[in-house]
């Protein structure tokens, strides 16, 4: 069975600077996805960047990138210019694809990001 | 385009009793899954439903129950309420095969069992 683990319950960033979450998975299977999900205070499971497993090239979305890697099953999660907005729960989540997968998401247990001005 | 709708948005249930959470898919998606979340903690896959049916089930006792309507629209049902039971319950929506696409969630039903 496939497990997610964000060892960081909790993380805090200044304003502007940068900050990273971490997240490692384990897995048997060599095709899969994998997300960042955020949760604010409105409780809404927002999706900020994903990764194919097969594609070797991090993702990156604005201010948002990952740090794959595949052999070591870990994907950090990079947040740069950080802004007030950006504080929330922060989830890593592993979704297979094989054949037949119904795409059920396997979530860590959560990274709180607090973000001070 | 509306999102994904859950209702209600809070219940207060008394162990025992039973309790039904809805879920509307977001326009255009005919898959519907539903998580428990915990208080501080990750989303747990309970089922999903594709064309009426359960596709998937994690696990979770037979106490949690689900259908899916014609229009897609879910609900989730729990029989025999645990304090355990309370938690933020999800429902998710996407194509039957969403590809790299996460899923659109809705903003949950808050359960408490008292």
């Known amino acids: 069975a496939q497990t997610v683990t964000q060892s960081q319950p909790e993380m805090s960033v200044q304003e502007a600077e940068t900050v990273t979450l971490s997240c490692t998975y384990d897995t048997s299977e060599s095709d899969y996805y994998l997300f960042w999900y955020k949760q604010p205070p409105s409780r809404q499971m927002i999706l900020v960047i994903r990764q194919e497993a097969y594609k070797q090239q991090n993702a990156t979305e604005n201010r948002f990138s990952v740090n794959f890697q595949k052999a070591a099953k870990s994907f950090s999660l990079k947040i740069s210019d950080s802004q007030l907005g950006d504080a929330a729960m922060y989830f890593c989540?592993?979704?297979?694809?094989?054949?037949?997968?119904?795409?059920?998401?396997?979530f860590g247990q959560g990274t709180t990001l607090q973000v001070k001005p | 385009d509306a999102g994904v709708t859950q209702s209600p948005t809070h219940l207060i249930k008394t162990r025992g009793q039973q309790v039904t959470l809805r879920c509307s898919p977001k326009s255009g998606h005919d898959t519907v899954s539903w998580y428990q979340q915990a208080l501080g903690q990750g989303p747990q896959f309970i089922f999903q439903y594709y064309e009426e049916e359960e596709r998937q089930r994690g696990n979770f006792p037979d106490r949690f129950s689900g259908h899916q309507f014609p229009n897609y629209s879910s609900e989730l049902n729990v029989n025999a309420l645990l304090l355990g039971d309370s938690a933020l319950y999800l429902c998710?929506?996407?194509?039957?095969?969403?590809?790299?696409?996460?899923?659109?969630f809705g903003s949950g039903t808050r359960l408490t069992v008292v």
């Open positions: 998710a929506s996407s194509i039957r095969d969403p590809g790299d696409y996460g899923y659109t």
């Open positions: 989540a592993y979704r297979s694809r094989g054949s037949g997968n119904t795409g059920k998401l396997i």
